[in-house]
Nanobody, 123 residues
Framework: QVQLVESGGGLVQPGGSLRLSCAAS????????MGWFRQAPGKEREGVSC????????WYADSVKGRFTISRDHANYTVHLQMNSLKPEDTAVYYC????????????????WGRGTQVTVSS
């Protein structure tokens, strides 16, 4: 079974940037549609972004459009989430997941998740 591992979280001031990464040992994530979700304390997990298997489609939640960018590093079999202009409301645990589909308007996660990485935006 694919085991996803996220990295790159941390504490950043409002307006700052972080780059999250997702990798799976022994697996080429280029073979899968991938997504990022997040869960803030007391809130439900929500979709943030996804990228289709062939990189032809990407989707972003309205709350992160224009600030976050999802991408793949095909050479290293990883998926990244570049987060710029971070806001306190972006504070959450961010999860990488294989998604069942990713279109320009929506995504749906599979049952395969990483353990998450904490992102805290605070001054």
């Amino acid at each position: 079974q694919v085991q996803l591992v996220e990295s790159g979280g941390g504490l950043v001031q409002p307006g700052g940037s972080l780059r999250l990464s997702c990798a799976a040992s022994g697996y080429n994530l280029g073979n899968y549609a991938m997504g990022w979700f997040r869960q803030a304390p007391g809130k439900e997990r929500e979709g943030v972004s996804c990228i289709s298997r062939g990189d032809g489609n990407t989707w972003y939640a309205d709350s992160v459009k224009g600030r976050f960018t999802i991408s793949r590093d095909h050479a290293n079999y990883t998926v990244h989430l570049q987060m710029n202009s971070l806001k306190p409301e972006d504070t959450a645990v961010y999860y990488c997941t294989i998604v069942i589909f990713c279109t320009a308007v929506r995504t749906y996660p599979s049952a395969i998740w990483g353990r998450g990485t904490q992102v805290t935006v605070s001054s």
